[in-house]
């Protein structure tokens, strides 16, 4: 079989290559692999709920069993995720682990994100996966967001009128592009089959795409590594492909399974028949989307409503931190891999991974940047923040507007110091200093063992 | 009617009269027929409510510190005395759900003395036969949710207020607040037979029937997102540590 394989398509030395592919041994390097599987778990369990859901704004009347709705006019789309919940067999566990699955595939990335930028496995040759991996980020929040918005609920609609406000604030092109994404004004029917068409084809072909090309770049590049015995700018040290790897890799894929159909079968989440379906003259409180959007809600909440005007021109509220700041954010993002090289004046090829305490300055601006975001995530669940803890909610947003400065800024300067303090040691920060036996000398002096 | 549904509407009518609270069945769905106070009680009522309420309220109900309450009835009398909201020992804070500082009979004599004051309205009968589900979800998603959340779980409201979780109220409680708007809640004017479909829907959700598994406190995506994060990402770092612990006896290997 194998022999016939390999007379017609001749790929045995270039399979036994990638078979001795080494993967370096450090659990970190794992996190990209999560992010890999939780996508494969969203297309298998998007392909089966794409078998039932209807991408319709049609009206209809819910005639299902779910008793407190029955009778009640509401979308065809949203008709379909009842049908699904409560009808379908297994319906109701598959969109769970879909729903549970996608929190956990942005969170991945993001993790793995940070793991690449603290190492400083972005610097020179591997910037394009760099590129790659922002962009890859980008998509996966689209993804989210879209997914978010397909069942038609009360919750998803105030989602997407608020995207539409912040579209709106655009200046100059703003009303167009609105008009143009939603074909219409809000609320729009056109955006429920649009969105679907963006859920389940555009973005899934972006993030394939880009994932096979940064998969295909990691291969040809070969993995950078931690610092350690033998291992050198001009080596990888670690485990091949098969078998030490594959196995590694196909229990983590197993595992990654098993917990997200944990959460799918035991936890609730996005129950949309508690929302009610949409309707554009209501909203419910609290009202938030899932948390990598957060950050973006957030930014909505904290900014004053100061409608700016600028030469005649008015450049309304929401475009600020809904347009300008994000996209100022992640321009950073993508960008600093050519900062780093321009401030460091470093441009050299880099295999060996750095010690985050050995770049201080990365390491305090990375801090502040998972405190920025963590402050305005915060603040996009003020209100729940408000009734959990009793606090006014005013209050809670007058904080987090001081704090988005102060707390960055703070979260920064600590780790610069704890960066240099713990040069020059191998001290590990979370863990006991193992410290050094010594032993008394017949002279009465010390050694160590 | 048939007869199942007089049982469950003897047997919900049961629930506020355990309460602490007598309840007068009106014959009529959508009619409160006000219940008669002895002269004896309304004098009892005036004595409590001169030491315990006269100091914000004023000697006569006229309003002083809090609001005039010569024209708020039985029934807000006995949402606010029995829920413990009144007394409120600071007049500037939202009057939340406590244990009642009065005993039943006390409880009763204090209303007798309110509702004497004026023609603020009764106690509101809630009666629950030929109620429809998808009635009272409708208008209590497109009413009430805004603040009280899709759940019943509450909600912020802003300038420090809040909307209490509806789980612990009793049906007549939740008739009480629509009828005299408590608090920042507005009085919404609903007829009883409106009432009373709306009081249906919050009993099925404080049922809380929850497909789907644990509801994480029914409120949204926010503890949907920390579950995610904590327990999802949580576990799969712990296994990621777990799985890439370098094996020493594993073949490794060397690639330039």
């Not at chain 1, 919750?155 to 008009?179: C, E, Q, W």
């Not at chain 2, 009269?17 to 009892?44: C, F, L, M, N």
């Not at chain 2, 829920?83 to 204090?110: C, F, H, N």
């Not at chain 2, 497909?211 to 999802?232: C, K, Q, R, Y």
Request: proline letters at 7%; hydrophobic letters at 45%; aromatic letters at 10%.
């Amino acid at each position: 079989m194998i022999k016939w394989v390999e007379s017609r398509l001749r790929v045995g030395g270039w399979a036994r290559k990638g078979l001795n592919k080494i993967f370096p041994d450090h659990w970190s390097f794992l996190l990209g692999e999560i992010s890999l599987f939780t996508f494969v778990i969203l297309v298998a369990t998007g392909i089966f709920l794409t078998l039932f859901y209807r991408p319709d704004a049609t009206p209809v009347i819910y005639d299902g069993p779910y008793l407190p709705l029955k009778g009640q006019e509401v979308s065809a789309a949203y008709e379909s995720v009842m049908r699904l919940s409560f009808e379908v067999r297994a319906g109701l566990v598959m969109r769970q682990i879909h729903h549970w699955t996608a929190i956990v595939f942005v969170a991945a990335v993001v993790v793995h994100m940070l793991r690449v930028f603290f190492t400083g496995a972005f610097r020179r040759p591997r910037e394009l996966n760099w590129l790659i991996g922002v962009g890859l980020l980008i998509f996966a929040i689209g993804m989210g967001f879209t997914g978010y918005s397909l069942p038609d609920d009360l919750l998803s609609g105030n989602g997407l009128r608020i995207a539409y406000s912040v579209m709106l604030s655009i200046p100059f092109t703003g009303p167009y592009l609105a008009s143009l994404i939603f074909g219409g004004e809000f609320p729009a029917e056109a955006i429920i089959s649009r969105l679907f068409v963006m859920h389940i084809m555009l973005l899934p072909a972006l993030i394939i795409g880009l994932i096979s090309v940064h998969l295909a770049i990691l291969v040809r590049q070969k993995h950078a590594q931690f610092r350690g015995p033998g291992r050198t700018e001009r080596n990888v040290v670690g485990k091949p492909l098969w078998p030490s790897q594959t196995f590694k890799s196909l229990a983590l894929l197993f595992l990654t399974a098993s917990v997200m159909a944990f959460m799918g079968g035991l936890l609730q989440i996005n129950p949309v028949w508690n929302y009610g379906p949409f309707k554009p003259y209501i909203t419910s409180a609290p009202s938030q989307p899932d948390w990598y959007v957060g950050w973006l809600d957030g930014g909505l909440r904290l900014f004053p409503g100061w409608d700016i005007n600028l030469f005649g021109i008015t450049i309304a509220a929401p475009f600020i931190p809904g347009v300008l700041v994000p996209g100022l954010l992640f321009t950073f993002l993508a960008l600093w891999p050519f900062l780093e090289a321009r401030w460091t004046g470093d441009r050299a090829e880099h295999q060996l991974l750095d010690h985050p305490r050995d770049m201080p300055l990365r390491t305090a601006i990375g801090a502040a940047g998972i405190v920025f975001f963590t402050v305005l995530t915060l603040e996009g669940g003020g209100d729940v923040l408000s009734i959990t803890f009793d606090i006014p909610v005013e209050a809670i947003t007058n904080f987090f507007r001081v704090a988005l400065f102060v707390l960055p800024a703070a979260a920064g300067m600590l780790t610069y110091r704890i960066c240099e303090n713990l040069q020059g040691t191998d001290i590990h920060p979370f863990r006991r200093a193992r410290g050094v036996r010594l032993r008394r000398t017949r002279e009465g002096g010390f050694e160590e063992v | 009617m048939t007869r199942a549904r007089r049982v469950a509407a003897v047997l919900l009518l049961a629930v506020p009269a355990t309460a602490g609270t007598k309840i007068v069945a009106s014959a009529a769905r959508g009619q409160d027929t006000p219940r008669r106070y002895t002269q004896s009680e309304v004098e009892a009522g005036r004595k409590l409510f001169q030491a315990g309420c006269a100091s914000c309220h004023g000697e006569d109900g006229e309003g002083g510190l809090g609001p005039d309450i010569r024209e708020a009835g039985a029934a807000a009398a006995h949402f606010q005395i029995t829920t413990g909201r009144m007394p409120l020992a600071d007049p500037d804070a939202q009057a939340v759900r406590k244990e009642p500082a009065y005993s039943d009979t006390q409880i009763d004599q204090l209303i007798a003395y309110v509702a004497s004051l004026g023609n603020g309205p009764a106690i509101p009968t809630v009666d629950l036969s030929g109620t429809n589900l998808s009635t009272g979800a409708e208008i209590f998603i497109a009413n009430c949710s805004p603040c009280h959340g899709a759940t019943a779980n509450g909600g912020a409201t802003g300038r420090g207020s809040l909307a209490p979780s509806l789980h612990p109220s009793e049906p007549v409680i939740v008739a009480e607040a629509m009828i005299t708007g408590p608090g920042q809640m507005p009085n919404f004017g609903f007829d009883a037979a409106t009432r009373n479909e709306i009081i249906r829907y919050v009993r099925f959700l404080q049922a809380r029937p929850n497909p789907g598994g644990a509801d994480l406190g029914g409120i949204g995506p926010v503890p949907e997102g920390f579950a995610g994060l904590a327990i999802g990402m949580g576990a799969l770092v712990l296994i990621a540590l777990f799985i890439g612990k370098g094996r020493a006896h594993a073949r490794g290997g060397v690639e330039s």
